[in-house]
């Protein structure tokens, strides 16, 4: 349970530094409605920022413009 925790806590500050204010309400809003698409998101936004793919904040466009991709 504290591993899990600790995981939520890594992704969430990931995903602040790699995302815009607006992405990341948007990233909210699509957890509460499909969280294992939220999941999926979240593993792809972590693998391209872990290889450079991520310059600077993504702006809630550009996570959309992902999201249309991955459906």
Known sequence: ????????????MIMSQILSREALERLANIRTVKPEKAEK???ILIQNAQRGA??????EQQM???LEEVN
């Open 64 to 66: 959309v413009d992902m």
């Open 41 to 43: 998101l979240e593993m």
């Open 1 to 12: 349970m504290e591993e899990q925790e600790t995981i939520r806590q890594q992704k969430a």
């Open 54 to 59: 991520i310059q600077g904040k993504m702006s």
